[in-house]
């Protein structure tokens, strides 16, 4: 078998008054890059990338550089399809970009292998240690007009809080870093009393902090009861993960930003964090999160993937999720403690929601694996062409 065609689509929906903040920005749209690469033997496979920023660059790499690269080539050896795309680009290309092009690619590849020998990917990686994985809502997010306009009221927050409980999520996560700490604080406390103290807490600063305020606001947190903190600080500034770590009593989560073993060393095997969160259609696909997976069990870190993006981005990250042992293994599982959870983004998204002819199930907080072939999913190819623009 060898890859015949490599189709790009951009999905583009703007969200209108469904529209979001984070510390960092507005979410007037929500975007992504698929990609679709064909073989001669009609297996196709479908990858993602390019949901963080403009799909527009990543897209690029796909078409103009790395194409010419795999096409004509054995689509069942991604680790080696792998090494040579990132050979060829490693000397301009380490991070961003180039790497979440090789990642959608990556993803399409291992869809094709398990379609070609009728196995779901898991299969492939070694088998599931689960058929369900433990779901966190992420949400409550700073929404508003203009960014003069983002604090949503306290009674509106409490509703989608406490909404995200009642369909069945025990865990969730939360926004703070755009306001003053003490605001941030008020919303906080405001969530913690709508959803009760059953439900484990997250919050995600979006690297809004440096390590001062940083350690002032994850201070502030520990007496809601949250479970850890996610980028508190920049990604480039792994002494102000140390120096915040040093600092706390609550879990320091990162790596949604960061790509490749190469990039990740550091991150983990210098004591910058108790969780690391490596986003499969960015960090350089299965293939690479594979190889990061291992560095971080071997240096006794908590690995739970950053889950953004379409249907097809949750999908992967239900296969991978599924093969990651027990961290550290007893004879019971338990959420966060040690068994590994994934995230369920629950922004209005039709690409996540509608673009797979299959819906995902969530059953007493834990999502279905899919146990089709490949990733398990189908594209709805009408909804894709509704959103895609190219
Ligand atoms: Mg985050």
């Not at 064909?38 to 897209?59: A, L």
């Not at 980028?231 to 706390?248: A, T």
């Not at 969160?277 to 960090?283: A, N």
């Not at 093969?323 to 599982?333: E, F, L, M, Y």
Request: hydrophobic share 40%.
């Amino acid at each position: 078998m060898v890859i015949t065609d490599i189709d790009t689509y951009i999905l583009r929906l703007p969200l209108g008054s469904e529209r979001f903040f984070s510390s960092q920005c507005a979410f007037p749209e929500r975007n992504s890059l698929l990609v679709r690469i064909k073989t001669d033997e009609g297996i196709t496979g479908w990858g993602e990338g390019g949901q963080y920023g403009p799909p527009e660059p990543v897209e690029s790499c796909i078409k103009h550089v790395l194409s010419d690269i795999i096409r004509g080539r054995d689509p069942m050896s991604p680790a080696v399809l792998w090494e040579e795309m990132y050979s060829k680009v490693r000397d301009f290309g380490q991070k961003g970009s180039y790497i979440e092009a090789i990642s959608a690619i990556d993803i399409a590849l291992w869809d094709i292998f398990g379609k070609a020998v009728n196995l779901p990917v898991s299969k492939l990686l070694g088998g599931s240690f689960r058929d369900s994985i433990p779901a966190y809502a992420t949400g409550c997010y700073y929404r508003g007009e203009d960014h003069l306009d983002y604090q949503i009221s306290l009674d509106a927050l409490k509703k989608e809080a406490k909404s995200y409980a009642d369909s069945g999520f025990k865990m969730l996560k939360i926004k703070i870093g755009l306001l003053e700490i003490e605001q941030d604080m008020e919303r906080v406390a405001a969530i913690r009393e709508s959803v009760g103290q059953d439900v484990k807490l997250f919050v995600d600063c979006n690297h809004a902090y440096n390590s001062f305020t940083a350690v002032k606001a994850i201070n502030t947190l520990e007496k809601f009861g949250v479970t850890f903190v996610e980028e508190p600080v920049l990604p480039e500034d792994l002494d102000g993960y140390r120096h915040v770590r040093s600092k706390v009593n609550i879990a320091v989560a990162g790596g949604e930003c960061e790509y490749t073993r190469y990039g990740f060393k550091a991150l983990i095997t210098t004591g910058c964090i108790d969780i690391v969160q490596p986003d499969i259609c960015v960090c350089g696909g299965i293939s690479e999160w594979l190889k990061i997976l291992s560095l971080a069990q071997a240096f006794g870190i908590f690995s739970i993937p950053h889950v953004w993006g379409s249907g097809v981005a949750l999908a992967a990250a239900l296969q991978v999720i599924s093969t990651i042992p027990d961290s550290p293994h007893t004879a019971n599982s338990v959420a966060m403690q040690n068994e590994p959870v994934v995230e369920y983004d629950k922004t209005h998204n039709p690409l996540r929601d509608d673009l797979l002819k299959e819906k995902f199930i969530l059953d007493n907080g834990r999502v279905i694996v899919p146990d089709g072939t490949g990733l398990g999913i189908d594209i709805d190819m009408d909804v894709l062409n509704k959103y895609s623009s190219g």
